[in-house]
């Protein structure tokens, strides 16, 4: 058996009622996995721009980008995974915490994520983030220390480089 | 008729095969339009949170609430709109740009919108910005003076806030 492999994919639709309906049940009619997915309209109104993670071996792969491939309204399937690709993710956590020395190691944390404190109020704070997956996962992680979170996560966003050769300027953590 | 009014719904399910399509579906085929839609696992790695952005009036709005708390593996549906919220939006975008002057202009259009550049070469700049989705709305406008631009945007995530009277700290821009 071959080895099973996350992959992004990038799906350009005409926004018409139902493409979405039609693309979630490719997947779970077939039993594939969505691991995270965002459509939303592009700078043309008449179509959205989808990314979607999922994950299997290669021949699972291939049948579903030839199978979204033929989906009506679907316009452009690009599996990112072999190419130069840029993938970010937007993460909002609320955080409670009463303790003072732990609320100034979150703002050190935030800061060292790049992170931005977006709201506060006595004894909680509103984070924003982005960056690569595994960055957040950390950053969650370490936060989950200081107090009980509730965290809302974007899934995936990414844009294939048409060159080859791109420095990906890492960010700091 | 009433007000026709943008939503933004929270929902929490059951990471189940279909609970996907089954969303979109609902949607669909009741002809109510999704603006964007986010869907990632949590940290319960049972459960994913969506962030679906709809439109509607009172009684169309009414009714997807009401639908969408009835469906299978649907644990919680919360309407943020009323109520306090942060809401925050992803975008990558690529530009082509020869021109050096445009280049600088383009940078100091990043630092003032607190976007990243994450990748450069040659003539392109792959850059990264998070925020509301209509300062995001803003940038890209602005960008596309430069030069040929690729976007590919999250859709928007958000969280309620517990408490009322809450800071929303702005983004400079």
């Given at each position: 058996?071959?080895k099973i492999?996350?992959?992004t994919i ?5 926004n ?5 309906a ?11 996995n ?8 592009t700078q ?10 999922t994950?299997g071996?290669e021949?699972?792969?291939d ?12 316009i452009k399937?690009e599996d990112?995974?072999h190419?130069?690709f840029i993938?970010?993710?937007l993460a909002?956590i ?12 979150i703002?050190?944390?935030?800061e ?7 709201t506060?109020?006595?004894d909680?704070?509103?984070?924003e983030?982005?960056g690569r997956?595994d960055?957040?996962d950390n950053?969650v992680?370490?936060?989950a220390?200081?107090g ?10 990414a844009?294939s480089?048409?060159k080859e050769?791109y420095?990906?300027?890492q960010?700091?953590?």
């Amino acid at each position: 058996m071959s080895k099973i492999e996350t992959h992004t994919i990038s799906v350009l639709v005409d926004n018409k009622f139902g493409v979405l309906a039609r693309v979630a049940g490719l997947f779970s009619g077939r039993g594939y996995n969505i691991m995270s997915l965002t459509v939303n309209e592009t700078q043309d109104p008449t179509r959205s721009q989808m990314t979607i993670v999922t994950a299997g071996d290669e021949t699972v792969i291939d049948q579903i980008d030839s199978q979204l491939s033929k989906l009506i309204d679907v316009i452009k399937v690009e599996d990112l995974t072999h190419r130069n690709f840029i993938e970010r993710e937007l993460a909002l956590i609320k955080i409670h915490v009463t303790d003072d020395n732990k609320k100034s190691q979150i703002i050190q944390l935030v800061e060292i994520f790049e992170g931005k404190i977006v709201t506060v109020f006595k004894d909680e704070f509103g984070i924003e983030i982005a960056g690569r997956a595994d960055k957040i996962d950390n950053f969650v992680t370490l936060l989950a220390d200081f107090g009980e979170i509730k965290l809302a996560r974007s899934g995936r966003v990414a844009l294939s480089r048409e060159k080859e050769f791109y420095t990906d300027l890492q960010s700091k953590s």
